[in-house]
């Protein structure tokens, strides 16, 4: 059973790699993002799995990510196994592009869900407290 599972993960970490990489740690969205002029609470839901990375990894947050966000360089990023700044494609930190595209995927269906569901209703921001919704 064991053997069987193990060839199980091995062969679909083959199957989404076969999809190609792009760098890991939350670095691709930061750039992904770094352009859009969407409101800032988008771009902050998008940033969320990645600040509760910093947040596992018992280190100042906002201090980390700020450098990430207004310093990006060609995969340079925070490694949150060492704790170091380092260029993460060289570390092996690396995130499969097909599930990095079908997390975006699910995150746009449940934003367009979530907004269709409130957008006749006065609902404020969970992360700003303001109405955000004014801004779609």
């Known amino acids: 059973e064991t053997k069987e ?3 199980d993960a091995l ?7 076969d999809g190609g990489y792009i760098v890991g740690g939350g670095l691709s969205i930061i750039k992904a993002t770094k352009d859009l002029s969407d409101p800032n ?4 839901t998008m940033f969320a799995p990645l600040k509760t990375l910093l947040e596992n990894s018992s280190v100042d947050v906002d201090e980390v990510f700020g450098d990430m966000i207004h310093e990006i360089q060609q995969d340079i990023g925070f490694n949150a196994q ?3 700044k380092e260029n993460l494609l060289d570390a092996g930190i690396i995130d499969p592009t097909n599930v990095t595209k079908s997390s975006l995927q699910k995150w746009q269906f ?6 269709e569901k409130s957008r006749h ?3 404020t921001c969970p992360l700003c407290g303001r109405d955000c919704m004014s801004y779609m």
Not at 110 to 115: A, F, P
């Open 41 to 44: 609470w988008i771009k902050a």
């Open 121 to 123: 209703s006065n609902t």
């Open 82 to 84: 060492n704790g170091k």
């Open 11 to 17: 062969n679909a970490t083959k199957a989404e790699l």
């Open 5 to 7: 599972r193990l060839d």
């Open 110 to 115: 449940s934003l367009r869900n979530n907004y």
